[in-house]
C-alpha cells in the first residue's frame, strides 16, 4: 500500500498549520486584550498573514473560538480510542477526558470558558458546539464497541457524558477552580453512574 496516499499533502499540511496558528494566536490576543476589543485586522496581522488569507480559514473572530472547541471534541474521540475495550464505556469516556483535562493550563481553561460565556451569541454558539462533540463522542464509543444492538445505549452515554462534562466544567469555574477540574469531573460523573444505577 502506499503510504503517501494515507499522509496529508505538503499543502494540506501547510494549511493545518496556518490554521493551527490562526486559532492559537486569536486565542492568545482575545485572553490578553479581550474578546470585543481585539480585531480581525489585529489576528491577522499577529498570525503573520494578510486579511484576505484570515477570511479564507475564518469568517469571524467567533469562529476561531468555536475551531477551538471543535478540536476539543476531536482530542476526546482520540483519546477514547486509546482507552481499553475492557471498561465500561462511560469510564472509557471519563478517563478519555481527565487526560486531556491534565494536559491543559487552569488559567487559561477558565479564561476561555469565560469567554465563551461573554455573549449571548457565544453562548448560542457554544452550545451547538457541545452537540457536535457529543457526536464525536458517539462516534468513537461506536467504534470501539461496535456491536449494532449497543448504538442506542452507546449514544445515551455520549449524551450523558457530555452533559456530565458540561455540569463540570460550570461548577469548576463559578468556584473559581478552588478545586482541581479532575475532582469535579470524577464527582459529577459518580452522580451519573449512580443515578444510571438507581435506574436499573
Not at 480510542?81 to 481527565?98: G, N
Not at 483535562?101 to 469567554?115: G, T, Y
Not at 458546539?129 to 449494532?148: D, I, R, S, T
Amino acid at each position: 500500500m502506499n503510504n503517501s496516499a494515507q499522509k496529508p499533502g505538503l499543502r494540506e499540511r501547510k494549511r493545518r498549520e496556518t490554521l493551527q496558528r490562526i486559532t492559537d494566536t486569536g486565542l492568545k490576543l482575545f485572553l490578553s486584550q479581550g474578546y470585543e476589543e481585539t480585531t480581525l485586522d489585529a489576528i491577522a496581522e499577529a498570525s503573520g498573514i494578510s486579511r484576505r488569507t484570515f477570511f479564507y480559514y475564518f469568517k469571524s473572530k467567533e469562529e476561531i473560538l468555536l475551531a477551538w472547541q471543535s478540536g476539543t471534541g476531536a482530542a476526546i474521540a482520540a483519546a477514547i480510542q486509546e482507552q481499553t475495550a475492557d471498561k465500561a464505556p462511560i469510564d472509557a469516556v471519563l478517563d478519555a477526558i481527565l487526560s486531556l483535562a491534565s494536559q491543559f493550563d487552569a488559567n487559561e481553561l477558565v479564561a476561555i470558558e469565560r469567554l465563551l460565556r461573554s455573549t449571548e451569541e457565544l453562548r448560542a454558539s457554544k452550545h451547538a458546539k457541545y452537540v457536535q462533540q457529543e457526536g464525536a463522542v458517539f462516534e468513537a464509543l461506536c467504534a470501539k464497541w461496535p456491536q449494532a444492538r449497543r448504538r442506542d445505549s452507546l449514544r445515551l452515554i455520549a449524551m450523558a457524558s457530555m452533559g456530565a462534562l458540561r455540569l463540570a466544567v460550570d461548577r469548576w469555574v463559578e468556584e473559581g477552580t478552588k478545586r482541581p477540574l479532575a475532582k469535579h469531573l470524577r464527582e459529577t460523573f459518580e452522580s451519573l453512574k449512580a443515578e444510571l444505577g438507581r435506574q436499573s
